[in-house]
């Protein structure tokens, strides 16, 4: 089955303590990206990556890391975590390359809570 | 203001009622528009995606895109309890690929039996 998969699901923790997220997809795709979701605010992009070893900011960039040394994984690395980054956490794939009618909207894994105390 | 204007709702309708989703928009670089709907403790999941002006009909759902007046719609046709959820619209510039999505807020829809 074609999934983008994010462990944890849940995740509590304290300010401070360094975190990761991992995200893996089976479907062989360039593009994969991470996203926030709050309210009121929906879905921001953190980072995204066109292909192994290429990554891009996104809008909300601050406070994260992420690296891409194989095609199939694209971990989230909160370094020192803050409340403010308590929030739903999402991770999309899709092939990269398509322009016009040929390009591929992304598709979602079922995202991570974060809370951060 | 923000690039994509959703109302967030919420919005509750009656089963087998036609139901209209809209988003605006500022930024005249968005080519691809696409619909997502989202299940409480599920990620976006894709509905719709249309490129450019114009509508695209997939069974219940229709899509409407409107570049002149920087609007789009979703219509679902014959609405069922099934059909409630998070709706999410989403766009894109006419580059490469879709690596820059902007998404509108979301608006909750409840079908009720």
């Known amino acids: 089955e074609a999934q983008v998969t994010q462990n944890p699901r849940y995740l509590i923790t304290v300010t401070g303590k360094k975190l990761t997220v991992t995200c893996s997809q089976n479907?062989?795709?360039?593009?994969m990206s991470w996203y926030r979701q709050d309210p009121g605010l929906g879905l921001r992009q953190i980072y995204y990556?066109?292909?192994?070893?290429?990554?891009d900011k996104g809008d909300v960039p601050e406070g994260y890391k992420v690296s891409r040394k194989e095609k199939r994984n694209f971990p989230l690395i909160l370094e020192s975590p803050s409340p403010n980054q308590t929030s739903l956490y999402f991770c999309a794939s899709s092939p990269y390359f398509g322009t016009g009618d040929s390009n591929q909207p992304q598709h979602f894994g079922d995202g991570t809570r974060l809370s951060i105390l | 203001q923000k690039e994509v204007e959703q109302d967030p709702g919420p919005l509750s309708v009656p089963e087998g009622a036609i139901v209209s989703l809209n988003c605006t928009y500022s930024?005249?670089?968005?080519?691809?528009f696409m619909w997502y709907r989202q299940y409480s403790r599920k990620g976006p999941e894709l509905l719709m995606y249309?490129?450019?002006?114009g509508n695209k009909e997939d069974g219940r759902f229709t899509a409407q895109v409107d570049k002149s007046s920087k609007y789009i719609s979703l219509f679902i046709r014959d609405s069922q309890p099934s059909d409630s959820a998070t709706y999410l619209c989403a766009m894109s510039p006419r580059v490469f690929g879709n690596e820059k999505l902007t998404f509108g807020t979301g608006t909750r829809l409840t079908i009720i039996p």
């Open positions: 249309t490129y450019s002006s």
């Open positions: 479907m062989n795709h360039e593009y």
């Open positions: 990556s066109m292909n192994v070893e290429v990554t």
């Open positions: 930024n005249s670089a968005f080519q691809y």
